[in-house]
């Protein structure tokens, strides 16, 4: 029977519903739409009895759930917005899945019969009984401040319920800042107390989303050190992370999440970390025989060699300090060209961000100086963004690309690679925090400049995005002749975008140094030498993977000098 786009869309009260047991994705109703605020998703008929949440009418559904093991680390990859967050909601208690009733959710015998045959029926039955106890270290760490309040020592010795605080502060750098209230922290320095917190409490299972973020490289790898330390004590850890190679150094099984971002997602297998990290960047799952992405996700082996980058410089600075209080930053002299991005990167507190600032025009140097960048125009994206625009993403970037806003040029190389086209009608003041990023980014592209200054752009993005971001960065600084400054924790995104590295060295809250502009190549061996940290590359998709310390491939990498570009196995 053949029924009409009318009889499929019902109304509560003045609020129009699609009757998805009525409608037949005819993509009338989507065409007609002149807001772009219909979509449909065709769904497969056998994952109808998988559905694990529905978060309401015409909303996102999560098929099927991640089976943690005891006494391992699982990991979860995905797209944002595909339900990593609501499976570890789940996992931890806070949110009781409704098995795609969100009218009459089930009581838990039926959740737990749902699941039987599987790990989760058990695990379930301990978590609706009170008898097994989670605990979640949660993704916004910003807003940690306006839930707790106090001293970070007075906080952890608190929740020291299995004395493994001191152990802890010392791994993770704590003791730096001890004594100050969380309200003053850092986003790296809430992250660490963040990870910290949840470790020390007694439980049976722990989970983590997204705990690299705002975190340096080494900083990274010591969260991730700690976090697999629960495995010595036979406990069950759940971690959702975007770096790939922190991922794939902490966790011991994968699962990855695909599907349509907002709309539905759905968990794989569990397969081995090697195998589900490259299936995810491949786009293909051969078990389930499902094709989630166009095209794989490619890496280079090698650094690219210096092509068609001018020679002539943009713009050059000198010999310049900048002092905060007890800390104090040298900038070495240097210059940027146009055509080419500059990489920063460097330990948190180390002062890229200070630099930054002092390029931009924000800060003024102590000494030293002046910078010859007079009459240069400028578009700058800082580290910390918030919502205080006051209006829809359109409004604000047709304000700052103007006319450039209608090109057709505009749509191809900002609003489709950074997928901002099904936001433009949405307040900013209501958008998540890797959509707010994006906006941020696309916000500082869109302004005529000579030289754009990025901080940390990745933060809250997924793998993706981040490579998304850098591709629309090289393209816009190749194609307008201009300049860019990433500062970036992701050795892989940086490696991505830039042509020449800044690596900033020095004591972290101390003493900064910036050096000059070196090849990538040098840089990376430069910065990774500092943090002890040695790459290896996957024999099939040729993407970074940590070295285990002390490894034949680490020992050997160190002696030859070559960190990163290797493609040894």
Sequence with gaps: MVRSKVEAITFEGDIPRIAEALCVGCGICVKKCPFQALHIENVPDELEGECSHRFGPNAFKLFRLPLPSKGAVLGLIGRNGVGKTTAIRILSGELKPNLGDYEGPPDWLEIVKRFRGSALQDYFKRLSEGRLKAVHKPQHVDKIPRAVSGKVGELLERVDEGGKLKELAERLDIKAFWNRPLNVLSGGELQRVAIAAAICREADVYLFDEPSSHLDVKQRLEAAKAIRSLRDDGKTAVVAEHDLAVLDYLSDQVCVLYGSPGVY???????????????????????????????????????????????????????????????????????????????????????????????????????????????????????????????????????????????SWYRSEVLEPLDLLALLDRDVAELSGGELQRVAIANCLSKEAQLYLLDEPSAYLDVEERLAVAKAVRRIVEGRNVAAFVVEHDVVAQDFVADRLMVFTGEPSVKGVANPPVSLREGMNSFLEGVQVTFRRDPDTKRPRVNKEGSRLDRLQKKIGEYYYVSIE
Aim: hydrophobic share 35%.
């Design 265 to 407: 997602g759905i968990v794989s297998h569990v397969y081995g970390v090697r195998v589900g990290i490259n299936i995810y960047l491949q786009g293909y799952s051969p078990d389930e025989n499902v094709r989630f992405r166009k095209e794989p996700v490619v890496f280079r082996v090698k650094p690219p060699t210096i092509g068609w980058t001018s020679e002539e410089t943009l713009f050059s600075w000198g010999d310049m300090k900048k002092a905060y209080g007890g800390f104090q930053l040298d900038v070495r002299p240097g210059d940027v060209r146009k055509g080419e991005v500059i990489g920063i990167l460097g330990p948190n507190g180390i002062g890229k961000t200070t630099f930054v600032k002092l390029i931009a025009g924000i800060e003024r140097p102590d000494e030293g100086g002046p910078i010859v960048s007079q009459g240069l125009t400028m578009s700058y994206k800082p580290q910390y963004i918030s919502a205080e625009y006051e209006g829809t993403v359109e409004g604000l970037l047709r304000e700052a690309a103007k006319e450039s806003f209608e090109l």
